[in-house]
């Protein structure tokens, strides 16, 4: 997997979470032949518990892709609710409509192409869950954006709180810890991110390290 994250970790969190069904596998091996970046199994098999230990109905995402982690949260979402998938490429889009429909969730999600921003201000909440997982530098406007629409005993979760391709894990860590580090602008979005969760007593935040790491912070 990563130096932060050790391969045999990853494997016995996938080992010991929730199980994907075929259309998951396909995804699995679109990402890897594609190398485009998803939270993999074990990180979408937290997904899919934290949205089932919060009974989410309406789940909203900064950064879908092609809708990998939306479908891991789709297998704990009822009929009636809801997923808004926010996705800037269009083709990106297309492909999760698909993979959702496949898998029978096309009746729960809704797949907005464009900024997660705009499509934001068209949806009221209050969300059970939000998942953060677009621009590093952008993390924390995200969270500001959306926190007032969080439901008190819901839940956001941000993706690559501890590594990504661009983010430097050591500076992170004395970020975090209050140092004053010269770093790129991913880590320090992830670092003012985290600052900003932590800083905010309506929210509890913890970190599970899985996958690239994902920060989750319960709304008291």
């Known amino acids: 997997?990563?130096?932060?994250?050790?391969?045999?970790?990853?494997?016995?969190?996938?080992?010991?979470?929730?199980?994907?069904?075929?259309?998951?596998?396909?995804?699995?091996?679109?990402?890897?032949?594609?190398?485009?970046?998803?939270?993999?199994?074990?990180?979408?098999?937290?997904?899919?518990?934290?949205?089932?230990?919060?009974?989410?109905?309406?789940?909203?995402?900064?950064?879908?892709?092609?809708?990998?982690?939306?479908?891991?949260?789709?297998?704990?979402?009822?009929?009636?609710?809801?997923?808004?998938?926010?996705?800037?490429?269009?083709?990106?889009?297309?492909?999760?409509?698909?993979?959702?429909?496949?898998g029978g969730y096309d009746d729960r999600t809704v797949v907005e192409e464009g900024d997660a921003f705009d499509t934001l201000e068209r949806y009221d909440g209050p969300f059970d869950v939000v998942l953060v997982d677009s621009e590093k530098e952008r993390y924390a406007e995200a969270f500001e954006a959306v926190r007032e629409k969080v439901a008190p005993g819901g839940v956001v979760v941000a993706d690559n709180a501890m590594t990504a391709g661009p983010i430097d894990f050591d500076a992170l860590v004395e970020l975090v810890a209050g140092e004053d580090v010269e770093t790129n602008a991913a880590t320090e979005g992830v670092a003012d991110y985290l600052h900003t969760v932590r800083a905010d007593d309506a929210f509890e935040t913890a970190l599970i390290p899985v996958g690239e790491g994902i920060a989750v912070s319960y709304r008291r």
């Open 1 to 102: 997997m990563t130096d932060v994250v050790p391969e045999q970790v990853e494997r016995f969190a996938r080992l010991v979470g929730p199980s994907g069904d075929a259309v998951v596998a396909e995804m699995d091996a679109y990402a890897e032949k594609t190398g485009f970046p998803t939270v993999g199994p074990a990180v979408g098999g937290w997904l899919q518990v934290l949205a089932t230990m919060v009974d989410a109905e309406l789940v909203f995402e900064f950064g879908s892709g092609f809708g990998y982690s939306a479908y891991w949260f789709a297998g704990a979402i009822p009929e009636d609710g809801e997923i808004v998938c926010c996705e800037f490429d269009a083709e990106n889009c297309e492909r999760a409509r698909d993979y959702l429909a496949r």
